[in-house]
């Protein structure tokens, strides 16, 4: 009876042994490593919140890294732990991740903004370009570069996001269609893989491990350096929206922009379902010059789409570029007295959401739930689509902007790691939703999370060819699907980069330790 007794505490003492090994002494191994930073074990609560505000998922530690070192010391400590630790890692620069993709479930996140190392430095010359951390802001790096007269090819509409978090997903604006994506305008990358190794590389050095972490989702390393091509930057902006009643209309205008003879460097389209935010919406203030013809215009209750135009140009180039602004409009079908143009200088242009986040900011309406969906339509089933969800699924009212523009897949490189329709135009659609917090109506979560399920399923029962962009999934199986033939490849490159699957946990596209031959 005691011999059995005491064999019930030896294993009662062992189960606790094994716990206190597994959970306290994971995060003590950190405090031990070298690093010019340091680790925060309490205040982790920030790590755990990002733009969606739909998730939230506390990590066990923060980094704040001094220096790509410090990440690649951490990274490889957990790495030479092995499968045991359970640890994972997620980078989060200036969190606008939308479904928890830059925090880590009882892991680490590394808090990029606290990345230090070389200044930025712009290199002018016949190829300039600059070189900059990958927790740099895209707003610092068009202030920086404007002082050289230069600045990035591409964009995102928001520009507080960092290199690192764009360059992971595209990066895509209206100049996509002429520039392509931000990933397609990067010379070289200083990356932290899985392993723990700091690796540069570009198209001819580590070539499979730059267009790996191009578009990657975070699953091949952590991108702590960049080197971003830039151009000739303008002093001005026309900024230019016309309106349409009928989408095919809208659709050829947009498409025939695109083909290569616009004189157009920015060109975007959206989609307004009531007259509510007619020149105005979060995403761009808009200041016509012609308010009062607007206000006097009648949409009827229609479903109005909105092609919205950009030429850069400088003061002494306005003649004529008034005059090739006229030549491509007259080529245009929108409605004749809906032309609303403003003048504006060119960072007021890039940077024109930013206005309006200090706007909803003030007023409590930045940081609500956001539940969107962005998605890459094939040109050959935007009209079927078009007709599937606008003025049918989205019919009295819609809960943020809705942006429909073509681009040119010629512009993107088919070696990265992004997954795109299989034809030469595709369409991004984006469905910007704001939910109100605690609203059961139509402005609530649940309503515009229900809306988002239809449009998908609509879009896989008459097999579209939709891909998604800013991809989210919970299954194996979902993953398979969104890549397709692509696959096999995303997977050897996950097992030569990152083959304990360490990090972005928050994809949810692996599981750590798990077989990626799934």
């Known amino acids: 009876m005691h011999f059995l007794r005491n064999l019930i505490i030896l294993f009662l003492i062992c189960i606790a042994i094994k716990i206190n090994l597994c959970v306290p002494t994971i995060p003590s191994s950190l405090k031990t490593l070298p690093i010019d930073g340091h680790f925060d074990f309490k205040q982790v609560h920030h790590a755990a919140k990002d733009f969606g505000n739909r998730y939230s998922f506390l990590p066990s530690a923060v980094l704040h890294p001094k220096s790509a070192s410090d ?83 591409s964009w995102t509409d928001y520009l507080h996001l960092t290199v690192g978090g764009t360059l992971s997903n595209a990066g895509i604006s209206g100049q996509a269609f002429r520039h392509g994506p931000q990933i397609s305008n990067v010379r070289q990358l200083e990356v932290v893989t899985g392993k723990g190794e700091v690796v540069n590389c570009s198209e001819k050095q580590n070539s499979d491990l730059f267009y790996s972490v191009l578009g990657g989702l975070g699953q091949f390393g952590i991108i702590t350096r960049a080197r971003i091509s830039l151009e000739p930057a303008p002093k001005m902006v026309k900024w230019i929206r016309v309106l349409y009643t009928d989408f095919a209309t809208f659709a050829k205008d947009q498409e025939m922009l695109i083909s290569g003879g616009s004189t157009f460097d920015y060109i975007e389209g959206f989609v307004i379902i009531n007259r509510t935010g007619l020149l105005n919406n979060w995403r761009s203030s808009f ?77 409590g309406l930045w940081e609500v739930p956001h539940p969107w969906l962005n998605l890459l339509i094939p040109r050959s089933n935007i009209h079927i689509f078009a007709q599937l969800v606008f003025g049918n699924i989205l019919t009295n009212t819609s809960n943020g902007p809705i942006l429909i523009y073509p681009v040119n897949k010629s512009k993107w490189d088919n070696r990265t790691s992004v997954v795109l329709p299989e034809e030469d135009v595709f369409y991004l659609v984006a469905f910007l939703s704001s939910a109100a917090p605690s609203s059961t109506g139509s402005d609530g979560l649940e309503h515009i999370l229900s809306q988002n399920k239809r449009i998908l399923e609509l879009c896989e029962i008459d097999g579209l060819g939709v891909k998604q962009y800013l991809p989210h999934y919970s299954t194996n199986g979902e993953w398979r699907s969104h890549f397709g033939p692509q696959w096999e490849a995303f997977v050897h490159r996950k097992s030569t980069y990152d083959p304990l699957a360490i990090l972005a946990p928050g994809q949810r596209i692996f599981q750590k330790a798990a077989p990626l031959s799934l």
């Open 71 to 153: 990440i690649a010391t951490t990274v490889k400590h957990i790495w030479e732990m092995g499968p045991g630790s359970h640890l994972t890692v997620a980078a989060r620069g200036h969190g606008h991740s939308l479904q928890g993709q830059a925090q880590a479930h009882r892991g680490v996140v590394i808090n990029m903004e606290s990345l230090q190392g070389p200044k930025m430095k712009v290199h002018t010359g016949n190829f300039p370009h600059v070189d900059v951390s990958g927790s740099e802001l895209w707003i610092n790096i068009l202030h920086e570069t404007l002082k050289h007269g230069l600045a990035p090819k």
């Open 287 to 363: 200041n016509s010059n012609d308010s009062a013809q607007a206000s006097h215009f009648k949409s009827d209750g229609r479903t109005l789409f909105c092609l919205e135009l950009a030429k850069y140009f400088n003061p002494e180039e306005m003649a004529i570029v008034n005059q090739e602004i006229m030549t491509s409009l007259s080529q245009l079908n929108h409605i004749p007295s809906t032309l609303f143009q403003s003048q504006v200088s060119y960072i007021e242009f890039l940077d024109r959401v930013h206005i309006s986040e200090i706007k909803l900011r003030s007023k």
